[in-house]
Nanobody, 123 residues
């Protein structure tokens, strides 16, 4: 099993920034891709960003390109999501996930999930 715990969510004004962190424990984490997804009330969970095992390859949803940056520290078993220029439409619960063997934008490509952290962007 892999346990993932997200932190760093909160309330921020439009245009502000937040940094989400995901701490992993348990089975191997650094050898696998990781990703961030988000789910707004009444909507499906959608892809935000992903990163391969080494950190050398990343992928972003069009809606966050240029504003969000995903990174990882395999020594600390963490994955982070730096979110800048936040908009009200970024409001959602953000989930960290560990992938299987390839970089995926689908929830089907991820095996382990955290419980999420709430991000609210409001004036």
């Amino acid at each position: 099993q892999v346990q993932l715990v997200e932190s760093g969510g909160g309330l921020v004004h439009p245009g502000g920034s937040l940094r989400l962190s995901c701490a992993a424990s348990g089975r191997a984490f650094s050898n696998y891709p990781a990703g961030w997804f988000r789910q707004a009330p009444g909507k499906e969970r959608v892809f935000v960003a992903s990163i391969n095992w080494s950190g050398g390859s990343t992928n972003y949803a069009d809606s966050v390109k240029g504003r969000f940056t995903i990174s990882r520290d395999n020594h600390k078993n963490t994955v982070s999501l730096q979110m800048n220029s936040l908009k009200p439409e970024d409001t959602a619960v953000y989930y960290c996930a560990r992938g299987s063997s390839y970089l995926s934008t689908s929830t089907q490509g991820y095996i382990y999930w955290g419980k999420g952290t709430q991000v609210t962007v409001s004036p």
